[in-house]
């Protein structure tokens, strides 16, 4: 199952005061590995950066006067999230501002049921904790001494170990839990409790090994 690891980073907080994005950073998972497939640009906002945005991402306005536009990379943006989950970290606030610029070239909005939302599943798992992606990182133990700057890409590469970390899939690990399946008897449709992983050996295999013992190992190994 692939989906896309997304962050982006603005101008300023609200689209409702004209805040465009100036970064857009995509990494593609398969089964929560990462792949080599990843999409990433910097953007010219047609507009200043304001002062609280210049501290959290440090691209100048004259860095960003330089970069493409929003409509120049749209295509090709949306080709590479194309029939995948995104994963988004407070995901309201980077699809304000994605829906915001698609709508601006009359563009179809990204819905909220193509996303998944990591603040959310975070706070679920921890509520009442701090769920920041700082505060993921170091509860999860991933080094985030790289994210001096907010950097779309570095997010979107914490993201993803944070991300597997809150869907548990860290490492595969053996089920031995008790678990239920449901069977067709003649009687109808029952449910049998079972060991996942482990088999029962049979009487007879029992037997035979009882035998092993006490006849093939003491041949081998006492005479």
Same mark, same amino acid.
């Given at each position: 199952?692939?989906?896309?690891?997304?962050?982006?980073?603005?101008?300023?907080?609200?689209?409702?005061?004209?805040?465009?994005?100036?970064?857009?950073?995509?990494?593609?998972?398969?089964?929560?590995v990462l792949t080599s497939n990843k999409f990433h640009c910097y953007l010219n906002p047609e507009r200043k950066v304001s002062?609280?945005?210049?501290?959290?991402?440090?691209?100048?306005?004259?860095?960003?006067?330089?970069?493409?536009?929003? &409509?120049?990379? =749209?295509?090709?943006?949306?080709?590479? %999230?194309?029939?995948?989950?995104? !994963?988004? $970290?407070? @995901?309201?606030? #980077?699809?304000?501002?994605?829906?915001?610029?698609?709508?601006?070239?009359?563009?179809?909005?990204?819905?909220?049921?193509?996303?998944?939302?990591?603040?959310?599943?975070?706070?679920?798992?921890?509520?009442?904790?701090?769920? &920041?992606?700082? =505060?993921?990182?170091?509860?999860?133990? %991933?080094?985030?001494?790289?994210? !001096?700057? $907010?950097? @779309?890409?570095? #997010?979107?590469?914490?993201?993803?170990?944070?991300?597997?970390?809150?869907?548990?899939?860290?490492?595969?690990?053996?089920?031995?839990?008790?678990?239920?399946?449901?069977?067709?008897?003649?009687?109808?449709?029952?449910?049998?409790?079972?060991?996942?992983?482990?088999?029962?050996?049979?009487?007879?295999?029992?037997?035979?090994?009882?035998?092993?013992?006490?006849? #093939?190992?003491?041949?081998?190994?006492f005479n």
């Amino acid at each position: 199952m692939k989906e896309v690891i997304l962050d982006t980073e603005t101008t300023g907080l609200d689209v409702k005061d004209g805040h465009r994005i100036v970064e857009i950073g995509c990494l593609e998972i398969d089964n929560f590995v990462l792949t080599s497939n990843k999409f990433h640009c910097y953007l010219n906002p047609e507009r200043k950066v304001s002062d609280q945005a210049f501290k959290v991402h440090g691209y100048s306005d004259t860095f960003l006067a330089s970069q493409k536009r929003f &409509s120049e990379i =749209a295509d090709e943006f949306l080709d590479f %999230i194309k029939d995948k989950k995104l !994963v988004i $970290h407070n @995901a309201s606030f #980077d699809l304000s501002h994605l829906n915001n610029e698609l709508a601006i070239l009359g563009k179809k909005k990204i819905i909220t049921q193509k996303v998944i939302d990591t603040l959310e599943l975070a706070r679920k798992k921890f509520p009442g904790a701090q769920n &920041s992606l700082d =505060a993921l990182c170091k509860r999860f133990k %991933i080094d985030n001494s790289r994210r !001096v700057k $907010h950097t @779309a890409l570095i #997010d979107c590469e914490l993201l993803s170990k944070v991300y597997i970390n809150l869907a548990g899939q860290k490492e595969p690990t053996f089920d031995l839990r008790i678990g239920e399946h449901n069977i067709n008897l003649n009687d109808g449709s029952k449910k049998i409790k079972y060991f996942n992983k482990i088999i029962k050996p049979s009487d007879e295999e029992i037997k035979l090994h009882k035998n092993f013992l006490k006849t #093939d190992l003491k041949k081998n190994y006492f005479n």
